[in-house]
């Protein structure tokens, strides 16, 4: 069975600093998709950054880059020059190829402090 | 573009009644979901829907039913409600012949007393 392990449930970084969420997956398929999603207060869940698991190069958006380790099955978040703005629950997920089902890890609530 | 849109935001409910959360898409996406979130917690997928007429069941699908007439529209409706159905529930979409990636409409926020 397919599992998404987030393992920091909360984190704090200074505003304008950087600061890296953990994700680990754990499947046997070998054709799948990644996805950050931030939710902010205001419940909104919204796409952060996605990786297609054949491409080896890291997706980068802005100041949202991911370190994909295929063959550790990690999933990381990085964010830069944190903002304000960036204080929200983050959740990773998971998909595979072929299928209908996303698979949610429990959440890291990051703060970003002034 | 509306995207994915949900009423009501938000519901009180006494413990017995009935309602339906509607959901419509207007990306003509054949996948569709019903999450709920509980407080801190991730996702819990309730009933899916891969097109008009099909349905079938998620994680937690206990004391709920949908349909699906049109590609359109995935409506959740509770029965008897119970105080364990307090949750936020999302309803989203996705095109499976695209990014993969899910459209998220904004919630609705269900009390249960």
């Known amino acids: 069975a397919q599992t998404v392990t987030q393992s920091q449930p909360e984190m704090s970084v200074q505003e304008a600093e950087t600061v890296t969420l953990s994700c680990t997956y754990d499947?046997?398929?070998?054709?799948?998709?990644l996805f950050w999603y931030k939710q902010p207060p205001s419940r909104q869940m919204i796409l952060v950054i996605r990786?297609?698991?054949?491409?080896?190069q890291n997706a980068t958006e802005n100041r949202f880059s991911v370190n994909f380790q295929k063959a550790a099955k990690s999933f990381s978040l990085k964010i830069s020059d944190s903002q304000l703005g960036d204080t929200a629950m983050y959740f990773c997920a998971f998909s595979y190829s072929g299928t209908y089902k996303y698979i949610f890890g429990t959440g890291t609530r990051l703060k970003v402090l002034a | 573009n509306a995207g994915v849109t949900q009423t009501p935001k938000f519901r009180i409910l006494k413990i017995g009644q009935s309602m339906t959360l509607q959901c419509t898409q207007d990306?003509?996406?054949?996948?569709m979901y019903w999450y709920r979130q509980d407080p801190g917690m991730g996702l819990k997928l309730i009933y899916y829907s891969v097109g008009a007429g099909i349905t079938d069941k998620g994680e937690v699908p206990n004391g709920y039913n949908v349909s699906r007439s049109t590609t359109e529209d995935f409506p959740l409706r509770l029965e008897l409600a119970a105080p364990s159905q307090t949750s936020v529930y999302f309803c989203?979409?996705?095109?499976?012949?695209?990014?993969?990636?899910?459209?998220f409409g904004p919630g609705t926020r269900l009390t249960v007393t």
């Open positions: 989203a979409s996705t095109d499976p012949q695209g990014t993969y990636e899910q459209y």
């Open positions: 499947t046997s398929e070998n054709n799948y998709y």
């Open positions: 990306m003509n996406h054949n996948y």
């Open positions: 990786q297609e698991a054949y491409k080896q």
